[in-house]
């Protein structure tokens, strides 16, 4: 069983997204703010996969659900 910690690097790992710090600084950047009514999953710039892993690592309160509402924070917020 894998239980390496649940991070942001982690996540956009997973998500096949630069990983680093700075690039992920630069990707919430250049993506937010998020329209308040726009779930995270729904955003035009996420593949087809990626937006499928993100809905269900919420929908079935999966262990990445808590780094997703990070991101999904993150990403309503103006930075």
Same mark, same amino acid.
């Not at 790992?13 to 990983?19: H, I, K, V």
């Not at 499928?52 to 690592?57: I, N, Q, S, V, W």
């Given at each position: 069983m894998n239980?390496?910690?649940l991070d942001m690097p982690s996540l956009f790992?997973?998500?096949?997204?630069?990983?680093?710090?700075?690039?992920i600084a630069r990707f919430i950047e250049s993506h937010s703010p998020l329209?308040?009514?726009t779930l =995270?999953? *729904? &955003?035009?710039?996420?593949?087809a996969s990626q937006a499928?892993? =993100?809905? *269900? &690592?919420i929908l079935d309160d999966a262990e990445w659900a808590a780094i997703v509402d990070v991101l999904n924070t993150e990403l309503?917020?103006?930075h």
């Open positions: 239980r390496s910690p790992a997973q998500l096949g997204q630069a990983d680093d710090m700075p690039a329209p308040g009514a =995270l999953h *729904e &955003a035009a710039f996420w593949s499928t892993f =993100l809905r *269900e &690592a309503h917020t103006r």
